[in-house]
Nanobody, 113 residues
Framework: VQLQASGGGLVQAGGSLRLSCAAS????????MSWYRQAPGKERELVAF???????DYADSVKDRFTISRDNTLNTVYLQMNDLRPEDTAVYYC????????WGQGTLVTVSS
């Protein structure tokens, strides 16, 4: 399985971005999908996840601002990020889990103040 993340960029504080992560393979619907992020000098942290039946959870720091969703017909998971803050600046990674862990390459999100 390969995961391809996209959608990062530079945005002003208060703005929005939508990240996408496209997966290869034919059992995407069984995967638990997550978004992680890693800011400079910090450890990678979980941002949001969505399981195979659509249940979601979020880090406290992004609740009510970020929304994770998935489209199993497109083998894609999304992260809609609203009201972005400078502290959201990080490289964002998608992660898939089904029997083992798969990581996508990161996509950089930069939020200017």
């Amino acid at each position: 399985v390969q995961l391809q993340a996209s959608g990062g960029g530079l945005v002003q504080a208060g703005g929005s971005l939508r990240l996408s992560c496209a997966a290869s393979g034919d059992i995407f619907s069984m995967y638990v999908m997550s978004w992680y992020r890693q800011a400079p000098g910090k450890e990678r942290e979980l941002v949001a996840f969505i399981n195979h039946i659509g249940s979601t959870d979020y880090a406290d720091s992004v609740k009510d601002r970020f929304t994770i969703s998935r489209d199993n017909t497109l083998n894609t998971v999304y992260l809609q990020m609203n009201d972005l803050r400078p502290e959201d600046t990080a490289v964002y990674y998608c992660r898939g889990f089904y029997r083992r862990v798969y990581w996508g390459q990161g996509t950089l999100v930069t939020v200017s103040s």
